[in-house]
Nanobody, 113 residues
């Protein structure tokens, strides 16, 4: 089973990015999926999760109203749309399958002017 993140990069404050996480090697549609992030010198934190059907989502307070998690079970992919990015959103973003503690290698998002 593998998770591969993509879509990170350098963006100015107020900008947008969409992260993707491609899953393989397991039945993607069965699992709740999450995005975490880890900023320099800080612990990894949960950003958002989405249940297997995509009907239920949840977000950490600092990203509510700015980030949207979604999934396409036909494409085995989970997304994180990030709008109105702030300097403090700078981090490595990781995709996670809660069950079995499966992680991707992460994608770096840098918000800087």
């Amino acid at each position: 089973a593998h998770l591969v993140e993509s879509g990170g990069g350098l963006v100015q404050p107020g900008g947008s990015l969409r992260l993707s996480c491609a899953a393989s090697g397991f039945t993607f549609s069965y699992y709740t999926m999450s995005w975490y992030r880890q900023a320099p010198g800080k612990e990894r934190e949960l950003v958002a999760f989405i249940n297997s059907s995509g009907r239920n989502t949840n977000y950490t307070d600092s990203v509510k109203g700015r980030f949207t998690i979604s999934r396409d079970n036909d494409k085995n992919t989970v997304y994180l749309q990030m709008n109105s990015l702030k300097l403090e959103d700078t981090a490595v973003y990781y995709c996670n399958r809660n069950t079995g503690n499966l992680w991707g290698k992460g994608t770096l998002v840098t918000v800087s002017s």
